[in-house]
């Protein structure tokens, strides 16, 4: 018999413990992502493009008109793949990471005798692999290759989140400008979470929904430590403490731009200042990634627009700093291809050895957000109390600690019994940013 639909393919069950996650499990949080949340992305970028046509015509020329149409039959067609379960195709454009990427598709097609599905495969694959194609449809164009389609949705985020900003811009000036003696450790602490809570500002969980930062920070945040599931704040207080005689450089793997790259670049400015790091490497996306994630553009951009916030002169202030701290290179900003490849980071090593050395001299790596999580446990579903160390198969080239909000139906670390009492609170625990886990591996 004909099936109804695409999701007469899906089991009518919960993730089983240690599965992978993924769409084809019709309870999971893949399944409403691919099913309902990812159909609406794609359509969001197409009505962008709609919308926006005789200003990007104006800012593009003519050429690009006939490329908009392209690129909204190319999305419009994306969208039928994907709710129509057709099989994962190759990518056509010559960009730095599509052999990669079709390397990737071919091994997995060869490993399971069938082309990968969008309801059936790993979710992690399954959701990179969208974003990748979003991107292609602009790779694909001349005028328009560029072209970012969530750009607009990550300077409003920060833009919308200009008092919060300013709120702990003029706290952090304060901290480095006072000669008074202040309790180094409590600020890294204070920093460290605000850069944590700073992750519940994401587009994609949002569904694009304005998620500006509009309360205090500063007083949000010291009400929220009930709410971090797993804190090892110690621990990474410690590792930032040591006086091991190696390089003090600092990775810091990013994600949403808007206020949690604000408050990011304030811990990073923090960790300076206190002599806790002489070097921080920033790592971005090299394509528009997840709606919110930072791009080199978003960086620049960030800083650039603190410079101009004349009624926040804290900002601005701030700003020349921060370039004071790139023309220096205590802070460098790099974007390396691998963040957007559809590996977890146990493969790293095998996929990007370059990548996975330059980590060996590393302090600590901080990885922030959900995605970044999902990559280092590797999209299992791991039973909740397995331990942090096990879930990274082995990824360790460095001391590293995720600063991650929950948004996703994996977790690992927790006490026995803390998972149902959680979930007894809030049935929707796992995917609402509400609660977060600072989880650190010290080597
Ligand atoms: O990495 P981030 O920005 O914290 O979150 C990414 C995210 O929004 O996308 C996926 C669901 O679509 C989940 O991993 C998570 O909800
Ligand atoms: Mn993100």
């Known amino acids: 018999m004909a099936k109804a639909s695409v999701s007469d393919d899906c089991i009518d069950m919960v993730t089983p413990w240690n599965e992978y996650l993924s769409a084809k499990y019709k309870r999971s949080f893949a399944y409403h992502t691919v099913r309902n949340r990812l159909p609406v992305t794609v359509t969001q970028v197409i009505d962008h493009l709609s919308r926006s046509k005789e200003a990007l015509v104006q800012t593009y020329g003519e050429g690009s008109r006939e490329e908009i149409k392209q690129i909204i039959g190319y999305l419009s067609k994306l969208k039928n793949e994907m709710q129509t379960n057709k099989p994962l195709i190759s990518l056509e454009a010559n960009e730095v990471d599509a052999s990669d990427w079709n390397n990737f598709l071919n091994t997995t097609e060869e490993r399971l005798g069938r082309p990968l599905l969008w309801f059936a495969d790993v979710w992690l694959h399954i959701e990179c692999y969208l974003y990748r194609r979003i991107r292609e449809s602009f790779a694909l164009t001349k005028h328009l290759n560029q072209y970012d389609p969530f750009r607009h949705q990550k300077e409003e985020a920060f833009t ?77 207080w410690s590792a930032l403490n040591s006086t091991s005689s190696g390089p003090k450089i ?3 793997i990013f994600d949403n731009s808007g206020y949690e790259l604000f408050s990011d670049l304030c811990l990073a400015h923090l960790l300076v200042k206190l002599g806790l790091a002489n070097k921080i490497r920033f790592h971005g996306k090299r394509v528009p990634w997840f709606i919110s994630d930072v791009m080199e553009h978003d960086f620049h951009w960030l800083i650039q627009e603190m410079a101009n916030q004349t009624r926040a002169p804290c900002l601005s202030k701030l700003s020349t700093m921060w370039k004071d701290f790139l023309s220096s290179g205590t802070w460098t900003y ?69 600063l991650r909000t929950i948004k996703a139906d994996v977790v690992v670390g927790l006490q026995p019994g803390q998972a149902e009492k959680v979930a007894q609170k809030d049935t929707d625990w796992l995917v609402t940013g509400k609660y977060a886990v600072v989880s650190c591996l010290v080597k």
């Open 250 to 252: 600092i990775d810091i």
């Open 334 to 402: 790099l974007t390396e291809s691998f963040w957007t490849l559809p590996y977890s980071y146990d493969a790293m090593k095998q996929i990007d050895p370059e990548l996975y050395n330059s980590f060996e001299g590393s302090k600590l790596l901080i990885f922030k957000g959900d995605l970044n999580y999902r990559k280092l446990v590797g999209d299992v579903f791991w039973p909740h109390t397995e331990k942090f160390s096990v879930a990274l198969r082995g990824f360790e080239p460095a001391p590293l600690v995720t």
């Open 160 to 236: 919308g989140s200009l008092q919060a900003i300013s709120v702990v811009g003029s706290y952090l000036l304060k901290l480095i400008e006072s000669d008074a003696k202040i309790d180094t450790e409590q600020c890294v602490l204070q920093f460290l979470k605000l850069s944590l809570w700073g992750n519940r500002c994401d587009l994609s969980i949002s569904g694009g929904k304005d998620i500006s930062q509009v309360e205090n920070p500063l007083d949000m945040i010291s009400t929220l430590d009930e709410l971090i599931l797993v804190n090892d704040l110690q621990k990474v």
